[in-house]
């Protein structure tokens, strides 16, 4: 298993009486990309810059490739790159030209900074904007060029602050797939601060809940959700042709319940706008569907929807409004 190349100890940043990142502890391995999911004003933003050492925290320890942030924050800022929400270029010098400049500033000098930014230009599909000038650039071609513009330093960890925000779909989709595709290939650890949850749960490996400042959950999402959902992990949805007693009748819904009774993994059964919901602790889907069938009900559909990010993220809302 990789190492922890990010490790953040009860860390805690505080303006006056007010909490933004209250006793934060997480740590992210080297390779995986990590999401950290939670709405505008979380604290995200502030728990990067206390990574990067541009803020220092009240209380707690930060520490980025071994390195501590806020004892040596220019060491740490050699190997971590950084693209935030809003990405600004020189408006008036093209997009080879703004990299050739931030390889120049990163000590990349010479023919090595041509050479690595037309690479970069290429991987991110900006090879034939390169002569253009930033000022003439969509915001799709503003991200891609400003994770460009992370990578030319060959930073092994590369955080992304709302990444695809005023990015159109497609863009946005061919954004996501270039964040995994680099991350595979060169092995760099990627930390994406989103409020997007389905961005979020294509692209990462584990996720962290971050709401008003600290860190409900943290995990993949199988796992999450086996905990939240309390051993029913997933749902099978089951649309029936000739349910007995009526097809809006709860009754139908505990005759079902006795049907599948029989099977391991088979939890409670309920009618929801004429759709039978399941809940299991296995996949069961086709010893479900053998016992309708044999029961002559008429299968009409069967679904297995297992609990995603959304489900997940919106049940620890429910549960913070409850206390």
Same mark, same amino acid.
């Given at each position: 298993? /990789? ?38 004003? /979380? ?38 790159? @950084? ?14 030209? &703004? ?117 409900? /959950? ?23 042709? &000739? ?39 296995? !996949? ?12 002559? /009900?008429?299968?009409?559909?069967? &679904?297995?929807?297992? @609990?995603?990010?959304? !489900?997940?993220?919106?049940? @620890? ?7």
């Amino acid at each position: 298993m /990789a190492e922890n190349i990010i490790e953040l100890r009860d860390l805690t940043k505080k303006y006056g009486s007010f909490t933004a990142v209250d006793q934060l502890s997480l740590a992210i391995r080297g390779g995986e990309i990590f999401g950290l999911l939670g709405p505008n004003g /979380a604290g995200k933003t502030t728990t990067i810059l206390m990574m990067l050492g541009l803020t220092d925290p009240t209380s707690g320890s930060v520490r980025v490739c071994g390195i501590d942030s806020t004892g040596n924050p220019t060491e740490v800022k050699k190997r971590v790159g @950084y693209l935030p929400e809003n990405v600004g270029f020189y408006e008036d010098m093209t997009g080879l030209q &703004n990299l050739i400049f931030t390889g120049r500033l990163n000590s990349v000098t010479g023919m090595e900074a041509m050479e690595r930014a037309e690479e970069l230009l290429l991987k991110v599909g900006l090879t034939e904007h390169a002569g253009k000038k930033t000022l003439k650039y969509s915001r799709g071609m503003l991200q891609r060029l400003g994770l460009a513009d992370v990578l030319i330093k060959n930073p092994e960890i590369i955080i992304l602050d709302e990444p695809t925000l005023g990015i159109d779909p497609s863009g946005v989709r061919e954004f996501l797939d270039l964040i995994v595709r680099l991350s595979r290939e060169q092995g760099i650890t990627v930390l994406f601060c989103s409020h997007h949850l389905h961005q979020v749960q294509q692209v990462c490996d584990r996720v962290g809940i971050f709401v008003e400042g600290r860190l409900l /959950a943290e995990g993949d999402i199988r796992s999450l959700s086996e905990n939240l959902f309390a051993g029913s992990p997933y749902t099978v949805e089951i649309g029936l042709r &000739n349910p007995p007693q009526g097809y809006h009748d709860q009754n139908s819904a505990r005759w079902l319940q006795e049907l599948l009774g029989s099977i391991e993994g088979v939890g409670n059964v309920s009618l929801n706008y004429g759709k039978y919901m399941v809940e299991c602790t296995r !996949d069961v889907a086709s010893e479900i569907a053998a016992k309708v069938v044999e029961a002559g /009900a008429g299968l009409n559909y069967l &679904n297995r929807k297992e @609990y995603g990010l959304d !489900d997940i993220y919106h049940r @620890y809302f429910e549960g913070r409004e409850e206390q």
